[in-house]
């Protein structure tokens, strides 16, 4: 898209850079196997074509579930603004953007989402100014896709780190219900839900709806606004006996499980195919009236193997609620499944249902904080932070303390190797300054004589049997029944 600076109002101008901004910069890749998902269309801009649309057309294959278009032109300061209008072979899909992608559930504004339909589409060249010596070549790049997620992602920070978010909420797509301008308890909108995420200063958030693509699209309207709270693709897949958060694909998930045909274990391996995690919620959840079908009731035919994560600490308490979570939360599995010989990573979930309006009550979204070291704030470097086990937990919120666990070079979710009769070094770090006491556990067992902290600061030494082990970190506050402040996940020891 290209304009000259002088002769465009300066309202126009601003709007024309607005619309620029909002689009994260495409990388196209080629596709040697099959040209035909690399589209380009080319053409020359002269005087002689203002105030004029130019029409080129292309073919949409089948089976393609999303494109991605760029528009390269000389730019405003040659003197030529060029728009670009799509139709599909049965309606307009919109007009306005330099850079674009369309999906059956998803669209950059102001491009209509929908079914891509095979046959002949056509792109209308609007020429709305052209200076009078100005003399161009445009090319659009369609790339297209046999994919519904996309293959590149935003990049928010590109500093690796650790970045603190919530993997569990809800909004009025599903079953999130808040306060209407006149009282009325109504369908909470997504923005309420977003706003409260951003006042809590999270770095990211999936936003996990029951059973649903719809909230889909709108969170990729309103991605670029929220340019320092990652919004990540999630649904809380609801099955009839018990609910599994799938965080990385916008693809369907058959919530239809049953004893048999299609189980549980098929949808872990179609949340997989798709290049998704897996995570067990509230498995502890009791059965009776009031949440049907929310503990997980799928466990004896559960492959444990197939999940990446489980939800140890779930924060649905919500003020005046039925129910609240045990002490342990959802500890005691997590601990069993290590005995088995399995490393699904512990993580933490609000749960929110009332977009925030609850947080003064200390209830909501980011009640626990789950906080991942990765390599940038992107949802595909998140997702591999937790795949790890990078993971630690501030189970008061984003405001609570760090609690990290090293062995060396070895941080929580790693594994070290320490033959029989050598010496493993553990360090604990954190910033809380309430007084709070570090508990270890080794293999599910609180270590009787647990250092004591020091200056935010303790070491652990630890001789290996050369067997496998695994060890993690808890901050209690010594209140009885309480979940602990902050916990890590395990370093793993001789674990192969």
């Known amino acids: 898209m290209s304009v000259a600076f002088a002769r465009l ?32 269309l080319h053409g020359t801009i002269t005087p002689e074509k203002v105030g004029t649309h130019e029409t080129q057309t292309f073919e949409m294959p089948k089976g393609i ?19 670009v209008g799509l139709f599909d072979p049965e309606r307009y899909r919109g007009e306005g953007r330099a850079r674009f992608s369309i999906t059956a559930l998803t669209a950059t504004g102001p491009y209509l989402p929908g079914p891509l339909v095979p046959g002949t589409w056509k792109v209308a060249f609007g020429y709305n100014y052209v200076a009078p010596t100005a003399h161009g070549e445009y090319t659009l790049r369609i790339h297209l896709s046999r994919q519904l997620d996309p293959t590149h992602y935003m990049v928010l920070n590109s500093k690796p780190g650790w970045y603190a978010g919530d993997l569990h909420s809800h909004t009025g797509n599903t079953d999130a219900v808040c306060k209407s301008q006149s009282g009325k308890d109504v369908p909470c909108p997504a923005w309420k839900l977003l706003e409260a995420a951003a006042s809590q200063k999270l770095d990211f958030l999936a936003v996990t709806d029951h059973n649903t693509q719809a909230t889909f699209n709108e969170m990729e309207q309103v991605q670029p606004y929220y340019d320092r709270l990652l919004l990540i693709a999630g649904e ?32 872990f391996d179609q949340a997989h195919a798709q290049h998704a995690l897996v995570s067990i919620n509230h498995w502890y959840w009791p059965w009776d009236g009031r949440c049907p079908g929310c503990g997980w009731g799928w466990a004896p035919i ?12 779930n924060g649905y308490h919500e003020y005046g609620s039925w129910f609240a979570p045990p002490p342990g939360n959802g500890i005691p599995l997590w601990e069993q499944l290590h005995a088995r010989g399995l490393r699904p990573t512990g993580v933490g979930g609000g749960d929110e249902h009332r977009g925030g309006e609850q947080l003064p009550l200390h209830d909501g979204v980011g009640i626990p904080t ?11 470097a998140i997702l591999e932070g937790i795949k790890a086990g990078h993971v630690y937990i501030r189970t008061t919120g984003p405001d609570g303390p760090e609690l990290l666990l090293n062995a060396g070079t070895a941080m929580m979710g790693d594994e070290v190797t320490a033959s029989q009769g050598s010496e493993v070094s553990f360090t604990v770090t954190t910033n809380d300054h309430s ?55 395990p370093i793993y020891l001789n674990w192969k």
């Open 236 to 267: 809380e897949v609801t099955t009839v006996r018990g609910h599994a958060n799938v965080w990385g694909t916008m693809g369907f998930l058959d919530y239809r499980v049953a004893d048999h045909g299609f189980t549980a274990n098929d949808l």
């Open 435 to 489: 007084g709070a006491k570090l508990l270890l556990y080794l293999d599910g067992k609180s270590i009787e004589h647990s250092p004591t902290l020091a200056n935010g600061a303790a070491s652990y030494r630890w001789t290996s049997d050369g067997k496998r082990h695994w060890l993690r970190a808890e901050l209690v506050d010594g209140k009885p029944g309480s979940d602990p402040i902050a916990l890590t996940n």
């Open 302 to 313: 559960t492959d444990y193997s197939k999940l990446d994560s489980i939800e140890v600490i």
């Open 65 to 83: 579930q999303r494109m991605e278009v760029e528009l390269e032109s000389p730019g405003f300061q040659k003197g030529m603004y060029v728009t």
């Open 9 to 40: 109002p300066r309202l126009f101008l601003a709007c024309a850079f607005a619309l620029l901004s909002l689009a994260p910069q495409l990388l196209f890749a080629q596709n040697a196997s099959d040209p035909s998902l690399e589209i380009e």
């Open 370 to 380: 789950t906080v991942v070291y990765a390599r940038e704030l992107s949802q595909p």
